[in-house]
């Protein structure tokens, strides 16, 4: 087991260096951060401006190879160069996994609980009205673009006379701590909201699936006989079972939403990694853009290898 | 229940000539057995006509303003309303549902083809073949694919949109070419595979012709699918104006514009987007009903048996075809 983690990682590290050098040759090459300078009123001079962009690692003039080798050897030491307004990439970075963190926490552990739970329990009433249901409406929500559910939460909201506040972090006019962690408490509510009603669908539609699955299996027809009442059986030997097909999945989607709420934060107005995702190409940000390209691909290789550690630690047959 | 399988043992019997068409017929009657699949197809049916017929019978076109309706809500001559320039919604929206239903339907087989040819070869070939390819799949999970197709796909294109829809084909085959690879790996034993390749047919011709059919069940589903997937990167991306550039339109486009306005003037958001929607839908379950058709032992086809036993129920069963849905899904929220 332990050997073949190892070797997953190592494969997985090479993939990650592979992909973030990927990202930065395509982001050097296509994205142009000379544009900032030039519609600035009054426009510098040139030389002024390709020393700037030099000072940035961003001199156009720079063969791309070059460039590259001094990115990487900066990446190797933790620096990850200046945005395109000069602030520091990494502490940017690190802001904005916070805000991430703050939106999704929440978030992502109701939608997998409850994902879950209602999967299972449309597999136990399947072909009830209520299996049929919510089976027309995942598939309406999974036809949905995030864009739409999120306008569509805030018109109901507005049509409602306003109940809920949801535009930034927290309302600026809140006065003391406690005023402003309910405002932000508040504020989270869409947001999560749009996020559940995505991941919850995705969840249960897979968990009722694999749930029919073992709901037909002779094993739990055997717990029944020796004696376990159907409640038991189900929890005990079904759900379990039905559960570690699901966990992949979970895993896989929950980590790599943390660059994947892109449109979430930004309808919202939570600057998190998913807006920073557009917002550095739009400001033609290659150092920006670069360092979420690592971090995407280092989110992969965690979900990889949690969710290897996850199977095992739920299947003993892995772990054997 | 029992009138179906009569008719299909029937169907069996007969002569050589006929079992071929008889296969056919088994598929389309299964298909319409799934009344959410017949109803999906009939409505991507009209919305196909609708979005090509309907433009030359509006009294307003795409590119007109009508000064004296700007911005107004739906009214007898713009019965989906105008936006800020006063172009005509109703316009707008089927010129957009055009281009999102082609971008759809020539994306979405586009991408299960890509898909298919990957992971035949790699599980035809195997060894080195395969390794290479299985590495650049799993290389391109890794790579932040919305962010290089946010990248990439506006310097490609260039207005174009059949480039764009090359680029969104070559992000998404990955979960179907390992399916397909799995599939061919169990094919490429058998017997007539093992011939074909004695009598020296070239191996390319043996994928085409003896390893694709075999998995054109699964190709045919995932189509469908893929073309809801594909329209749906398509919004998320002209969401953001990476996407298709003006002069074009699209659903997505549309859906973009009218999002600051949506609480104040919902026809400009909601009428796109209900088509988008609608769209993604009819897809959805056409493509449950394909899967039911080759697949008798899906749930669907269980649920019939038991429905002919005892309930009264007479709807047909849904289930979630896709798995392709996931990859997609963890960078589209």
């Known amino acids: 087991m332990g050997r073949f983690l190892l070797r997953r990682a190592v494969n997985y590290l090479i993939l990650v260096f592979l992909a973030a050098t990927m990202t930065y040759f395509i982001a050097g090459t296509a994205l142009e951060p000379i544009v900032n300078y030039l519609s600035k009123h009054p426009q510098p001079p040139m030389a002024t401006i390709h020393n700037l962009l030099r000072a940035q690692n961003l001199d156009p003039n720079t063969p791309i190879v070059v460039r590259y080798w001094h990115w990487l050897t900066g990446v190797l030491q933790g620096n990850f160069g200046l945005t395109y307004n000069g602030d520091s990439v990494a502490a940017e970075m690190g802001r904005r996994i916070f805000v991430s963190t703050e939106l999704l926490f929440l978030a992502t552990i109701i939608s997998a609980v409850s994902g879950v739970a209602f999967g299972a329990w449309n597999a136990l009433r399947q072909y009830r009205p209520s299996d049929k249901a919510s089976t027309v409406i995942s598939y309406a929500i999974l036809a949905t673009p995030t864009v739409v559910i999120a306008v569509t939460l805030q018109t109901f909201d507005n049509w409602m006379g306003s109940p809920i506040q949801y535009i930034d972090l927290y309302d600026p006019s809140a006065h003391g701590a406690v005023a402003i962690v309910l405002s932000n408490l508040e504020h989270l509510i869409l947001p999560t909201l ?127 | 229940m029992t009138t179906t399988d009569a008719s299909t043992l029937s169907q069996v019997e007969e002569p050589k000539v006929r079992r071929s068409r008889g296969r056919g017929a088994l598929l389309v009657r299964r298909f319409a057995r799934n009344r959410l699949a017949l109803v999906g197809l009939g409505i991507l049916v009209l919305l196909l006509v609708g979005a090509y017929v309907l433009p030359s019978f509006l009294p307003w076109s795409y590119t007109q303003n009508d000064w004296n309706a700007l911005g107004v809500a739906p009214n007898a001559s713009h019965p989906f309303g105008t936006n800020h320039p006063g172009v005509d919604m109703l316009a707008l929206t089927m010129r957009g549902l055009q281009k999102s239903l082609v971008i759809g339907l020539v994306g979405g087989p586009l991408t299960t083809a890509v898909a298919a040819l990957v992971g035949a070869s790699a599980g035809y070939f195997g060894g080195w073949v395969d390794r290479i390819l299985m590495w650049i799949l799993e290389l391109m999970l890794v790579v932040p694919s919305f962010l290089l197709l946010a990248i990439i796909a506006p310097r490609l294109s260039h207005g174009t949109w059949l480039i764009f829809v090359v680029v969104l084909a070559a992000f998404g085959w990955m979960i179907t070419a390992r399916v397909v690879r799995s599939m061919t790996q169990t094919l490429k034993d058998r017997e007539y595979v093992l011939a074909a390749r004695y009598m020296g047919v070239n191996p390319m011709v043996i994928i085409v012709r003896h390893i694709l059919p075999n998995v054109a069940s699964i190709l045919i589903v995932d189509a469908t699918i893929q073309v809801g997937a594909i329209v749906l990167s398509e919004t998320g991306l002209s969401y953001f104006g990476f996407g298709i550039q003006p002069p074009d339109v699209s659903l997505g486009t549309l859906i973009s514009d009218g999002e600051p306005d949506a609480t104040t003037s919902p026809w400009m958001f909601f009428f796109p987007a209900g088509f988008l929607i609608l769209m993604g839908l009819c897809t959805a379950f056409i493509g449950d009903g394909l899967r039911d058709a080759f697949d008798p032992t899906a749930a669907g086809a269980k649920a019939r048996v038991k429905k002919a036993k005892g309930s009264s129920d007479q709807e047909p069963m849904v289930e979630l075809a896709s798995t392709s849905i996931v990859v997609e899904e963890g960078t589209a929220s």
């Open chain 1, 194 to 320: 749009t996020l559940w009603l995505i991941q919850v669908t995705l969840f249960s539609r897979f968990q009722r699936s694999t749930m029919l699955d073992v709901l037909q299996a002779d094993y739990l027809r055997t717990a029944r006989a020796k004696g376990l009442t159907y409640r038991q059986a189900v929890l005990r030997h079904g759900l379990r079972t039905a559960v570690i097909p699901v966990m992949p999945l979970l895993v896989y989607n929950i980590i790599l939403l943390f660059t994947g709420a892109t449109f979430t934060e930004i309808i919202f107005g939570w600057h998190g990694m998913g807006e920073w995702l557009v917002t550095s190409i739009q400001n033609n940000d290659v150092n920006a853009t670069a360092a979420i390209g690592v971090f995407t691909a280092g989110l992969v290789l965690v979900a990889g290898l949690v969710s290897d550690l996850v199977y095992a630690a739920l299947d003993p047959r892995v772990r054997a």
